[in-house]
């Protein structure tokens, strides 16, 4: 009797969907997941030189970059009014991050728009993107702040290779760097 009680326990369950799966063996690594939306955009701020410059805003949409920019522009505008700052500098593109190679031009992609509060100098900005762009990143380009150059660390940090990111400039393919980003250096080139 108590086989036939399992086996209705067991009916009962499948029934009810409860029943589940024995887990996968774990690998102890999951894969980082990707940014909320396809087009994504990142407000930095002002950090010492040598220093990475802080996110103070983000926001995601699958709908468009602009949306993904406003939404971002107004949750860094919040955030500033909330620490009794009356003007908030304007934002400037530093640089757009692509999944693919040549601009998401060839194969469809997310982007993600860095943008800083002031045009860029021979200082530039320091920016490390979240783990999910470090792995995918293969090509980037120069936003409207006069940035016109990036040098890219390799995630180990023991190679870093300087690459002019204006438009079809070597930056429309990371090579090496390609999805092995741990940061990146950009700045204002006169060369």
């Known amino acids: ?17 409860v ?4 887990a996968a063996a774990s690998t102890g690594q999951t894969a ?4 909320g939306g396809k087009y994504c955009a990142v407000q930095l701020g002002k950090a010492p030189s040598g220093t990475t410059s802080p996110v103070v805003a983000r926001a995601c949409s699958d709908t468009s970059l602009a949306e993904a920019k406003a939404t971002m522009d107004s949750r860094h505008r919040a955030t500033a009014r909330a620490r009794g700052e009356t003007a908030v500098a304007a934002n400037v593109v530093l640089m757009y991050l692509y999944e693919n190679v040549n601009y998401n031009r060839d194969k469809a992609g997310r982007m ?22 470090k792995d995918n990143v293969s ?3 120069g936003g409207t702040s006069r940035c016109n150059t990036t040098r890219v660390f390799d995630k ?7 690459f002019k990111i204006h438009v079809e400039g070597p930056g ?19 060369g």
């Not at 980082?32 to 940014?35: D, E, F, K, R, V």
């Not at 990371?174 to 700045?187: D, E, I, P, R």
């Open 1 to 17: 009797m108590s086989g036939l009680l399992a086996k209705s326990a067991v009916l009962a369950s499948l029934a009810l969907g």
């Open 32 to 35: 980082p997941a990707a940014p």
């Open 19 to 22: 029943v589940t799966a024995p």
């Open 139 to 141: 090509s980037v380009v």
């Open 172 to 190: 429309r393919w990371l090579g090496w760097y390609s999805n092995n980003v741990h940061h990146f250096q950009t700045y204002w080139s006169m």
């Open 156 to 162: 180990a940090q023991t190679n870093a290779t300087v």
């Open 112 to 133: 993600t728009a860095i943008v800083v509060p002031t045009n860029c100098d021979t200082a530039g900005y320091r920016f490390e993107p979240e783990t999910w762009w």
